[in-house]
């Protein structure tokens, strides 16, 4: 297999972009578009110079990824749109990965982009009963928190920590929701409204409008060879018995979960463990899910995290600091471009461009997103 | 890149699965699960042995392949959802990519879908182009007809001409929705739909599913009739081609390849076959005067002659150049997710002589052409 490296990723600031209350007005191709552009430009390559484009859009409909293509130009090479849900554009940058790992291609884009809804997101994977009796995504989460608690014993307090550390990291990030702030503590999260128990509107992400582009190629085709970051781990892994559509569990766990199971065959693959890692992105669209996530990737034993959290472990400034960049509840949820953010995240500290949320010296990071199917994606990216 | 073959082939009926009118009830999911079942059977291979399943719905919402896959057993394999095209022909050429690329080695793609009724809408479009009315998939295709007639002197009975004869094959067809011919007379005097396309030059919104397991060579449980896959090849929308993939607003002085013509001059190269070798294809025509622009496309003859072979008999079953023996889109109708494996599934049945009575004698080499909003295009050349 050769080498694959991120040559370039572009961002367009999560947040709204629906014309009301003096914010600015853009389609969900122009976003997408706008977020390619950027990526090429920080590859140093040009629209041309592209082989194959895999692109997602959880919301937007069918034909987004070619809309956003058309606005660079129409050269004809194969145009795949997948859809992971939330782990969407994730699947599109494995795909790539998969294409030039292998000498399909040399030069691949893969980029995801969203204009969301308000409101709360309808699990539309779930059959036709379950949504009549109203499984919404906060609702099944609420679930799947409700299990953890009783098997691990973590509080609501636990959980409203990890939305405030997110919080904070996502001050310093200007492509975040909430970037500037405001901050928020333990107990404004745990006094905000109720979403669906024991999950309260500060522990859920925000609906968010935005874009996220990397452009992948064999390492061979890097403008620059400087702070080459390179996939040196690729894994995804869907529902196993047991498990709900998120990947949830509300039973006890008789086998490994979609997570464990990418886990496992990251590690495997990148020869790495999660005590190598200098800096991780976990997902977690709502919080509590942070703390399970945690565990099941191997960064903790079960029912460890909650503790973790409030010795500050995740901290940027902690022993592993995770989701520095303040994670889908800081920096918002625009679904299909949420897996490519979380990726350009891990790509800017490695490159050492994370400016005030920068890890010293990462060199070595974990990605895990999943998205409902369910889908778990882990990738191990190195400088 | 390593020789891949296909195992086997499942294919729910199309038709519609909607419990009305004394029709049973189903849900794309259960169509898709069935069809992967009926896939697995035919290649006698067991759900454990499946490595990554690719597949999609066009109308059917998120996680399509999931809740597919779900019916059949949840072994922790990736799936991905394809939305390229209708789906499943882009599912298709990623199932076959991931084999010949040595990712994997049996791997299953699987398109289902239960459509509304009504015109359905190109969602490729951006916004201004669908508030003004350009989007009903059928008007972008009366655009393109009336513009084809203009430049070649096709005619409206051309067109009907390909309905009779699509729908001549589906009635040999057990898993086509239409059982009954249809007569010129009746396709030109069906209710207008957009002009000229009357009601008969329309495909029929249909459910349905279909599912394909394709895997190394050394994977397959029989030697026998083996047929593998030649060359796949997959291109989007060139400079100066609309999201429906039609050049309606070009000056004709531009000639600049639209992507099925880009696909079919790379699959020719690729495969070192030409059109003149093939035995029996399958075009794409979710709209019957598709056929004979999208045949002139891909090679079978030059720009604008379709009508008069048509007229010949040229693409009948026993003409020349035997083409939508299953009866096409028109015949079989577009259960869109499922459309394009249903597209190279005859050629399969055709290669292995399965077809009953519509078998080609001796067929050993087809090609299928898949093509969708975007656009997108995904051409196939099997062989034997």
């Known amino acids: ?383 | 890149m390593r020789e891949v073959a296909i195992a086997g082939i499942g294919l729910a009926k199309f038709g519609r699965y909607d419990g009305k009118k004394g029709r049973p009830r189903k849900l794309y999911p259960e169509m898709g699960g069935d069809a992967i079942a009926k896939a697995l059977k035919y290649a006698n291979m067991e759900w454990k042995e499946i490595q990554a399943a690719f597949g999609g719905t066009y109308y059917g919402g998120l996680g399509g392949t999931h809740q597919c896959v779900a019916r059949v057993g949840l072994t922790g394999i990736p799936i991905v959802n394809v939305y390229s095209g209708h789906s499943s022909e882009a599912a298709l050429r990623l199932a076959y990519l991931r084999v010949a690329l040595g990712v994997h080695d049996i791997v299953v793609a699987v398109g289902a879908e239960t459509l509304p009724g009504g015109l359905l809408d190109n969602q490729t479009m951006p916004a201004w182009m669908r508030m003004m009315g350009l989007d009903p998939l059928p008007a972008a295709a009366a655009c393109r007809a009336v513009r084809y007639m203009e430049d070649y002197g096709a005619t409206v009975e051309d067109f009907a001409r390909v309905s009779v004869m699509e729908r001549k094959n589906a009635a040999l067809n057990p898993n086509a929705m239409f059982q009954q011919e249809v007569t010129q007379e009746e396709v030109l005097r069906s209710r207008m739909i957009a002009s000229p396309l009357t009601l008969l030059m329309n495909c029929a919104n249909a459910d349905g599913a279909a599912a394909v397991i394709v895997c190394s060579k050394n994977k397959l449980k029989s030697k026998k009739k083996v047929v593998t896959i030649a060359s796949m090849v997959q291109t989007s929308g060139t400079y100066g081609t609309t999201p429906s993939g039609g050049s309606v607003s070009v000056s004709t002085k531009v000639k600049n390849p639209d992507c099925i013509e880009l696909a079919a001059k790379q699959i020719w190269e690729a495969s070192g076959y030409g059109p003149e070798d093939m035995d029996v294809i399958q075009v794409h025509d979710a709209f019957s005067p598709a056929f004979l622009w999208n045949v002139e496309k891909c090679g079978f003859c030059k720009r604008g002659e379709a009508p008069r072979l048509l007229k010949e008999g040229y693409f009948e079953k026993d003409g020349k150049m035997p083409a939508n023996t299953d009866g096409g889109i028109m015949g079989r109708g577009h259960p869109t997710g499922a459309t394009g494996i249903a597209q190279v599934a005859e050629i399969f049945y055709q290669l292995r002589e399965e077809a009953g009575p519509r078998q080609v004698a001796g067929a050993k080499i087809g090609f299928a052409q898949g093509a969708s909003p975007g656009p997108n295009a995904v051409l196939t050349v099997l062989k034997r």
């Open chain 1, 1 to 383: 297999m050769k080498e694959v490296a991120i040559a370039g990723m572009g961002f367009v600031k999560f947040g709204r972009y629906d014309g009301q209350k003096g914010r600015p007005y853009k389609e969900i191709y122009e976003l997408g578009a706008d977020a390619i552009t950027k990526a090429l430009k920080y590859a140093d390559m040009e629209w041309k110079d592209i082989q194959v484009a895999y692109g997602a859009s959880m919301f937007g409909g069918l034909g987004v990824p070619n809309q956003c293509t058309s606005r660079l130009g129409m050269p004809g090479f194969p145009i795949t749109t997948v859809e992971g849900a939330c782990s969407s554009s994730q699947q599109a940058m494995r795909q790539a990965y998969l294409d030039i790992a292998n000498g399909m291609y040399d030069v691949g884009l893969a980029f995801g982009t969203e204009k969301i809804p308000p409101g709360l997101i309808a699990d539309t994977l779930s059959p036709v009963w379950m949504l009549r009796m109203g499984f919404n995504l906060p609702g099944t989460y609420a679930l799947g928190t409700r299990a953890y608690m009783q098997a691990s014993g973590a509080t609501e307090e636990d959980m409203a920590r990890v939305a405030v550390m997110e919080r904070k990291n996502a001050i310093m990030n200007p492509n975040a929701f909430w970037y500037q702030g405001p901050e928020i503590t333990v107990e404004e999260v745990l006094n905000s409204r109720m979403i669906a128990s024991p999950i309260r509107f500060l522990m859920a992400c925000a609906n968010a409008d935005g874009a996220s582009a990397a452009i992948v190629c064999s390492k061979d085709k890097l403008k620059s060879k400087a702070k080459a970051v390179t996939i040196v781990g690729s894994a995804h892994a869907t529902a196993t018995y047991g498990y709900d559509n998120l990947g949830n569990s509300v039973r006890e766990k008789m086998n490994p979960n979609c997570t464990e199971l990418a886990c496992k065959q990251v590690w495997e693959m990148s020869g790495y463990g999660p005590e190598d890692m200098d800096v991780i992105q976990l997902y977690e669209a709502m919080s509590p899910s942070f703390l399970w996530d945690a565990e099941d990737c191997g960064f903790c034993k079960p029912g460890e995290a909650g503790k973790l959290v409030k010795e500050g472990y995740f901290e940027i400034g902690g022993k592993m600091p995770a989701n520095t960049d303040g994670g889908l509840v800081g920096r918002g949820h625009p679904t299909g471009a949420t897996g490519l953010a979380q990726i350009a995240e891990l790509f800017f500290q490695l490159r050492g461009e994370a400016g005030p949320r920068q890890v010293p010296g990462a060199k070595i990071a974990f990605n895990h997103c999943s998205g409902g199917g369910p889908n778990a994606l882990c990738h191990v990216l190195k400088r």
